[in-house]
């Protein structure tokens, strides 16, 4: 299994991304899905997450700015993050699980490369 993300970039702030994570080797449709970021010298956390069925929980510093969705015909798990802040610069990735893991990452058994996400003030 491999999980290709892409969407990442520069934006300033306040404005909009979507990050894609495409997977390939198997079908992910009842695995649940969730996005990760890491930023220079800080640990990796938890952005958000989605299980097989749709039900989503988010980080408290992303709630109701980023949505994560999954269209499970394209294998494939998005996050639209809108009125980025400088502070959600990062690496973003993402990760399945057999389970609906929210936050555990090490309940994430299959993770993809990053993408870079650079949000200028």
């Known amino acids: 299994v491999q999980l290709q993300a892409s969407g990442g970039g520069l934006v300033q702030a306040g404005g909009s991304l979507r990050l894609s994570c495409a997977a390939s ?18 640990e990796r956390e938890f952005v958000a997450a989605i299980g097989w069925s749709g039900g989503s929980v988010y980080a408290d510093s992303v709630k109701g700015r980023f949505t994560i969705s999954r269209d499970n015909a394209k294998n ?11 502070e959600d610069t990062a690496g973003y990735y993402c990760a399945a699980s057999t389970g609906f893991s929210g936050s555990d990452q090490s309940r994430y058994g299959y993770w993809g490369q990053g993408t870079l996400v650079t949000v200028s003030s």
């Open 25 to 42: 080797g198997r079908s992910l449709n009842y695995f649940s899905k969730g996005w990760f970021r890491q930023a220079p010298g800080k």
């Open 76 to 86: 494939t798990v998005y996050l639209q993050m809108n009125s980025l802040k400088p």
